[in-house]
């Protein structure tokens, strides 16, 4: 397994109409204008809440889930992310500080990081030399929207053909449901391994909410929400900050 700053940076639904987008009429708008919609309502989106749940290793990645939430265009977020071997939490709270909890279910990834003797549920201050590593993570998530919508965007015509369009509900939510074979002449890394994804717009802004990547009967699902509404993530109580030097 690579170090985090690898990994980590990537990389019931009532059915109520179907059908594809040369016949929808006057219902769903076309993939290409929702999409344009919704991507340049992420680009403007000061914060957002990104999350991601692999638990079939769709993407062949070390990755079961992770969480992205903060400020999208500077250093301001917290990441939550879990393997089989270790969960971590890390806090960016500005470009000199950044501190990292860690739950390891291996002891070797513990040795590995350097973590024997601190104690569970304690963060770490990140040394500065990890500090530049792990703030390109802010680069990462400000090209979010141009990896989301990669694969709609490099769609050809035959392809924009066979999608398939629904009007449905998620999470009591109308939405419209677009799935979309994955053979974009574009490469996405955003959706590695997928034959089909489904994206999920809101009726009511055509916000992107929700994207699933399919292979098979397996489900990676890509949720996007809390638009402009993510609080600044601050540093944790000192009690909680371990008294010590590491580095990894």
């Not at 109520?16 to 344009?36: K, Q």
């Amino acid at each position: 397994m690579t170090r985090p700053t690898r990994w980590l940076s990537l990389t019931g639904l009532g059915v109520v109409s179907a059908w594809t987008l040369t016949a929808c009429g006057g219902g769903a708008p076309e993939l290409t204008e929702i999409s344009d919609s919704a991507q340049q309502s992420m680009e403007e989106a000061e914060s957002l809440t990104y999350t991601l749940s692999d638990p079939d290793g769709v993407h062949e990645d070390d990755l079961n889930s992770m969480e992205f939430s903060g400020q999208t265009a500077q250093a301001n977020f917290a990441i939550n992310a879990n393997t089989a071997d270790l969960d971590m939490e890390i806090l960016v709270v500005d470009e000199e500080s950044t501190f990292i909890r860690m739950t390891f279910n291996d002891e070797d990834m513990q040795a590995m990081f350097n973590a024997e003797g601190i104690e569970e549920g304690q963060w770490i201050q990140t040394p500065e030399s990890e500090v530049a590593d792990i703030e390109q993570f802010t680069d990462e998530f400000e090209g979010l929207s141009d990896r989301t919508f990669a694969l709609t965007e490099g769609l050809t015509e035959e392809d924009l053909e066979a999608v398939e369009v629904e009007e449905t509900e998620l999470d009591d939510q109308a939405v419209y449901k677009y799935t979309v074979p994955a053979t974009g002449e574009t490469e996405t890394e955003l959706y590695p391994g997928a034959d089909t994804v489904a994206f999920y717009f809101s009726q009511d802004s055509s916000e992107l909410v929700q994207v699933e990547a399919s292979s098979g009967e397996n489900t990676a699902t890509h949720t996007y929400g809390d638009y402009d509404a993510v609080e600044p993530v601050e540093a944790p109580p000192e009690d909680e900050i371990a008294d010590l030097d590491w580095e990894f």
